[in-house]
């Protein structure tokens, strides 16, 4: 077997035996010619891979913020008394088994959860105890689950509108051949394209960097693993307009001169890969994909979609390599650029859904377009997730350039006091920076928008970010692995009234070494959020320790540290 | 065609070629870039535990990572760098359960040496403390999971005679360990095992009954530092001459959960304990017997770290009554050997010390509790989490020279530092 299709062979046989054998992983091992450690290694990186049963029904509840904010407990304790499995086991009778993973993509109708990888939403007490009796009733799970509506809620005038507006299939695909490939680009960079995952590079000069080398195989890959916290402007693309993404996918093959398209699509949206390979299928049909796209004589370019499994660093561009590669979803170290050795070491274009959409649409409506909103820097416009403590959560298309107080209008934020921007790797805002504008110029979005509203506990919105990261560190680095974990133990002091103003100054300095020495963008970007917010919430932050400085004596929980031998009395 | 290029490194400039590995060339001409996972066969190199670095051209980067080319400016030794990569070995430390006095490879350990060559005396952060595995299982090795800091070399490096690899990281995150594959290692050579113990850059990987193959004394960090030219400071302050009983000044000692190492350590000044105590006073300490505190002191030496709550009563009356309080030893630095049970919880080991132990006797099975006994501690503390610590003076036990020279300049020097050789001693 190709290395490349371990984890489809391993999903395979997860997929019918519920979980991962030991005979499977000996026998899979020697198929793919590696130790059994080896496969190890790549099984236990995923957190969806089982080696043990999960049961019939694996249950995973959401536990970013949002949905801890939503009623994440509540949601919790209720799976746990229906089904009678606890939080990361399965019940006595094999038929449930109760897990949970971080942000799955559902920011718009917290809380909710993945049943064997159906989507169910908008969850309360009541819904559990009905999604339950009717699966230990036998009813076929897909007929419980939930429609995932797209909350499309606005999107600007037509004239400006970009992604969020009608879609005919092959309008792109079709011009391709009359912009020719250097065209492409140059519409792109004529647009200021830039990657929408998060990193902003622009993306006319990574297509002209992957085009200028020359090799016999070339990829474009789609990063669709939306991993961030709060984002999900991704799934709604892939719903929504599939067919968009993959004449962006095409069109990027075409200028880079690529013959594959991967789309590395998160196990969390497992949901949706059925519409993405009708999708394709179709495209296939008409002749937008395969042979000669287009009637493009030279031109061929097929595109299929890759599974993840549960990891948010595999968002990582080299990390996305590597899992693609059926190896351990590890970035690697920056010495080659994904552009120059990428996917089998060949170069490779990464890009994200939503940046693909709008290659697309450049390739349809012309970089003028794009021209006539935004900033200077940031021309077009922006899809934001938002979610949290608003009336109207869902997608926006912004143009670049909007304040933040008129969007926390827009979506009817009635009491917003902290709002998070693209995800716990991004920064915070507190109400004094409402007026500030989202934009290449002042506060970039990669896409996620979290508001919270001044009940919220700022700490308990910090202590989720770095369990998060903690959690999906890769482990690969030293500042990264023990980092997020020291760190936590010092929020932990923090909440336990143990802190002093010093130990704020060291969380800072801390967190600063995470930044200059983590390999990637995971490590070093997990502390910015805490060490901003304690700057930009002096009040509460105040509140939280004991101003008189730590003097000569620390504080100490004598009770609390005696308690196991007072367990000896009598 | 000439290929030399020029390199900055601190400003000072270096002929040399390009596309060289930068650590090759700083250590070619003699400067020291610390560097723990690299390994000069492995390509492209780990890049795993961010030991070296540096900036390059005002980025930060591992400089393991870097290849040489003209015009590359290298900052290596400013204080911000100096503090960053001393703090990534203390994370190592402070990740790991590493009891050197008690680790077959002290000496012989990269990480260890690499503590002394940063001159760590204690770890700013934490000791997280978590359980870890000791694995006996593999045929030849054996695997100490508390002591392997991930740095890669053996997944990338040992390799069956099939060409599977015996060694591969898994679960994720700070739940990562290396795997071994019981099957492949088996198959491994008495040759190829010790290797694979040679490549581990600390004690991780053991073959069972190798593990000493080098007597102490004789290992390769024993003696010698990676610094070509050990900068040494000031020596021990000189001690003030004819002190009248009114300036002499007072010293308090306490041994806590420690061995009472420290204070044989500190007798083994021997006759210089004459000049000494024509300058100093002895307050409270075992040394004098005195058991209560008659006046303020101006330093207090403490040995171990706090196991009960009576060891925190004593620590606190120390900050009450000493102007300066130093941590004498690894104990009271961050809790030392006595430290080792942190990882377990404390029912447990005091049901198998006292309920499940060979020596106990027939119906004898409870654990001590009384009210004139100390309340044992759930985990043993380091002296600096419960009072403000002035001084750290490493070592398990640190040499009577080291501590009394620490002590002097405190007293009437200012800063002190410690020479290499008198910092090492296995
Ligand atoms: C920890 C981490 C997670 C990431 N997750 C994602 C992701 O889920 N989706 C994404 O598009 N980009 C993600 N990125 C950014 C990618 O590395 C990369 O920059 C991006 O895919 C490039 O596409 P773009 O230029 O179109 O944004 C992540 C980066 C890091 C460091
Ligand atoms: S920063 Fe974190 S996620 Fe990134 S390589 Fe290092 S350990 Fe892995
Ligand atoms: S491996 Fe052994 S010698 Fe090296 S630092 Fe750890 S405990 Fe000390
Ligand atoms: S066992 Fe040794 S060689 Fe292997 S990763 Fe751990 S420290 Fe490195
Ligand atoms: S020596 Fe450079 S990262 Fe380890």
Excluded at chain 1, 256 to 268: K, M, N, S
Aim: aromatic share 10%; glycine share 8%; charged share 25%.
């Amino acid at each position: 077997m190709n290395r490349t299709q371990t984890l489809d062979a391993l999903w395979s046989f997860q997929r019918s035996h519920g979980y991962l054998t030991d005979l499977f992983v000996k026998e899979c091992a020697k198929d793919l010619g590696i130790s059994t450690v080896e496969l190890e290694g790549v099984i236990s990186f995923y957190h969806f891979f089982r080696r043990q049963s999960a049961g019939e029904f694996t249950i995973y509840i959401n536990n970013s913020i949002v949905s801890e904010c939503k009623g994440y407990r509540r949601i919790k304790s209720a799976f746990e008394r229906e089904t009678g499995a606890t939080l990361g086991q399965v019940d006595p009778s094999g038929k449930f088994g109760l897990f949970e993973t971080p942000c799955i993509g559902l920011s718009d109708q917290e809380p909710a959860a993945l049943i064997n990888f159906f989507p169910f939403t908008n969850l309360t007490t009541l819904k559990v105890k009905h999604i339950v009796a009717e699966l230990k009733k036998g009813t076929p799970l897909h007929t419980l689950s939930d429609d995932v509506p797209d909350h499309l809620r606005y999107t600007p005038p037509i004239d400006k509108s970009i992604c969020i507006r009608e879609y005919h299939q092959g309008r792109a695909v079709l011009k391709l051949a009359n912009l020719g490939d250097e065209g492409v680009i140059e519409q792109v960079k004529l647009a200021s394209i830039k990657g929408m995952g998060g990193a902003y590079f622009p993306t006319g000069l990574k297509m002209e960097a992957c085009r200028s080398i020359k090799a016999e195989m070339k990829y474009v890959v789609c990063n669709a693993d939306e991993g961030e916290p709060g984002t999900f402007k991704d799934r709604v693309l892939m719903n929504k307009y599939p067919g968009l993404l993959l004449e962006g996918m095409i069109a990027s093959g075409y200028a880079v001169g690529a013959r594959e398209g991967i789309i590395y699509l998160r196990a969390e949206y497992y949901w949706m890969m059925e519409h993405l390979r009708a999708t394709i299928q179709d495209f296939y049909k008409r002749g937008f994909l395969g042979k000669s796209v287009a009637g493009i004589i030279g031109f061929d370019f097929d595109i299929r979609v890759q599974l993840g499994a549960g990891s948010y660093v595999c968002g990582e561009e080299t990390a996305l390599l590597n899992s693609m590669e059926g190896k351990r979803g590890e970035p690697r170290t920056k010495q080659f650029y994904p552009t120059e050795r990428g996917f089998l070491n060949q170069p490779t274009l990464i890009n994200n859904v939503e940046t693909l959409c709008a290659v697309g649409r450049v390739v349809e409506l012309g970089a003028q377009h794009f021209l006539k909103t935004g900033t200077k820097n940031s021309p077009g416009t922006k899809l934001l997730s938002i979610s949290g403590d608003c009336h109207l959560p869902g997608i926006y298309e912004i143009e670049w350039g909007t304040k933040i107080s008129d969007i926390l209008n827009k979506c009817q934020a009635d009491d917003p006091y902290y709002i998070q921007i693209s995800g716990p790797s991004g920064v915070c805002l507190s109400k004094s920076e409402f007026d500030r504008s989202i934009s290449m110029e002042d506060v970039k979005c990669g896409g996620s928008f979290m508001i919270f509203n001044s009940k919220r506990d700022i700490l308990s919105i910090l202590q989720n970010f770095t369990a998060f990261f903690k959690h999906e560190s890769c482990g690969v680095c030293t500042p990264c692995r023990a980092g997020n974990y020291i760190i936590e133990r010092k929020l932990i002091r923090i909440a336990n009234g143990l802190a002093y103003p010093a130990d704020y100054e060291e969380i800072k300095r801390w967190g600063e070494i995470m930044r200059m020495t983590s390999r990637c963008g995971l490590g070093q970007a997990a502390t910015n959020t805490l060490s901003m917010a304690i700057d930009k919430f002096p009040e509460f932050f105040a509140q939280k320790v004991d101003q008189n400085g730590a003097g000569l004596n620390m504080k100490f929980n004598m009770e609390q540290a005696l308690q196991p031998y007072e367990r000896f009395k009598d | 065609m000439n290929n030399e290029i020029t390199i900055k490194i601190d400003g000072k400039a270096i002929k040399t070629k390009p596309g060289l590995n930068l650590v090759d060339v700083a250590t070619e001409h003699e400067i020291f870039i610390p560097s723990l996972c690299y390994y000069k066969h492995i390509d492209p190199p780990l890049g795993t535990c961010r030991v070296c670095v540096c900036k390059i051209n005002g980025n930060a980067m591992p400089a393991c990572t870097r290849k040489t080319y003209d015009g590359m400016e290298v900052e290596l030794n400013s204080e911000e760098l100096l503090d960053t990569r001393k703090a990534i070995v203390e994370m190592m430390f402070a990740e790991g359960n590493h009891f050197c006095p008690a680790c077959e490879k002290s000496g012989d350990c990269d990480m260890q040496h690499m503590g002394y060559e940063m001159g760590i005396s204690h770890t700013r952060f934490p000791h997280l403390f978590k359980d870890r595995l000791i694995d006996f299982t593999p045929k030849r090795m054996l695997i100490e999971h508390n002591r392997c800091v991930k740095c890669r070399r053996c997944v990338e490096e040992v390799f069956s005679d099939s060409g599977e690899r015996v060694f591969s990281f898994c679960n994720r995150g700070n739940e990562t360990i290396v795997g071994i594959d019981y099957e492949q290692e088996a198959t491994l050579s008495e040759e190829q095992a010790f290797a694979a113990m040679h490549l581990c850059p600390t004690g991780a990987i053991l073959v069972k009954g190798k593990s000493f193959a080098h007597p102490f004394g004789d290992r390769r960090f024993d003696k010698t530092s990676a610094h070509k030219s050990e900068k040494s400071t000031s020596a021990a302050a000189p001690l003030p001459k004819d002190m009248s009983p009114k300036t002499k000044k007072i010293i308090a000692t306490t041994s806590l959960a420690g061995c009472f190492g420290c204070h044989m350590s500190l007798l083994d000044v021997d006759l210089a304990l004459l000049d000494i105590i024509k300058v100093v006073d002895f307050n409270k300490s075992p040394l004098t017997d005195i058991k209560e505190f008659t006046e303020q002191c101006d330093v207090g030496l403490i040995e171990g770290g706090c196991c009960n709550a009576e060891n925190i009563e004593v620590l606190r009356e120390f900050r009450k009554k000493c102007k300066l309080l130093v941590s004498v030893g690894e104990c009271a630095i961050w809790g030392g050997v006595p430290a080792m049970r942190n990882t377990v919880p404390l029912e447990e080991c005091l049901e198998e010390a006292y309920l499940n132990s060979m020596t106990t006797e027939p119906g004898e099975n409870t654990v001590p509790y009384h009210e004139d006994l100390p309340k044992i501690l759930d985990k043993v503390y380091p002296c600096h989490e419960l009072v403000k610590i002035d001084h750290h003076i490493p070592g398990c036990p640190p040499t009577a020279n080291h501590i009394w020279k620490a002590v002097s300049n405190l007293l009437w020097g200012d800063e002190f530092s410690v020479l290499y050789s008198e910092f090492k001693y296995d």
